[in-house]
């Protein structure tokens, strides 16, 4: 039988997101435009606006780097199809509970509990996404077991998870790594795009992805550690 996904040789899996150049100047507006046109370029997006309001500036050896850029992911939907490569990469199911790391309109979780009852926590930043997500586990009659929550990702009490997911950003994977690896033996962690640097994961395949909304390349890749 053929697969839908290919597996990814455990040689290939780790990717380099490369940082944004070291800026010269650190005024705040410069710092902010650009650290946008970073996030479009981690999401594959082309940002024509920032790069026309930014001209680059000439860089000067006296001035310090400017202080490491501290970003939110914005909202990017994983496809629905992808969503279930991630449980299924995950070998969710009874038993498990689930955290979505910025859960954006609750797609993983809904379907986690849909298609696996499985309770699972979303916990989002912005208060309209969250109210989004607790709205559609009102109509699809899951809210007893699809939970969602305005808090920061970083305070987040991970410890009654045994599956976490993520869509973020390669520094944010990387700033959440010691916490991840911290928690007890078997959390599955499944990442899509974006690897956790030099933690390389079990296993990495890569899934049709033809209605991803950024990107050049029409496929995801999921990624998966188990810590222990
Ligand atoms: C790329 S979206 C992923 C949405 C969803 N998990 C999915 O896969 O469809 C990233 C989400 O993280 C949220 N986010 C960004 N920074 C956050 C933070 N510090 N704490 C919680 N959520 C955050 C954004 O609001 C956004 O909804």
Avoid at 100 to 119: E, K, M, N, T, Y
Wanted: proline share 12%.
């Amino acid at each position: 039988m053929t697969s839908p996904h290919s597996e990814v040789p455990p040689r290939q899996t780790i990717i380099r997101c490369s940082a944004a150049a070291p800026l010269a100047s650190p005024q705040a507006l410069r710092r902010r435009m650009l650290a946008w046109a970073s996030v479009a370029a981690a999401f594959g997006v082309r940002d024509t606006r920032a790069q026309a309001e930014a001209p680059p500036q000439p860089q000067t050896r006296s001035e310090p780097p400017p202080p490491p850029l501290d970003l939110d992911p914005p909202f990017v939907r994983t496809p629905n199809g992808v969503v279930d490569a991630m449980l299924d990469l995950a070998g969710i199911g009874p038993g498990d509970r689930l955290i979505d790391l910025g859960s954006g309109d609750g797609r993983i979780v809904l379907a986690a509990a849909r298609r696996f009852g499985v309770p699972g926590l979303g916990v989002d930043i912005d208060p309209t996404l969250v109210e989004r997500a607790r709205a559609a586990a009102r109509a699809q009659g899951l809210a007893h077991l699809a939970r969602f929550e305005v808090q920061d990702l970083y305070e987040t009490d991970l410890s009654q998870a045994s599956v976490i997911t993520l869509y973020l950003l390669p520094d944010v994977n990387l700033k959440l790594r010691p916490r991840l690896q911290a928690l007890r033996p078997g959390v599955r962690i499944v990442s899509h795009d974006w690897d956790m640097g030099d933690w390389p994961p079990q296993r990495t395949i890569v899934v049709p992805a033809p209605d991803k909304p950024v990107g050049r390349e029409r496929t995801s890749r999921l990624m998966l550690w188990v810590t222990g």
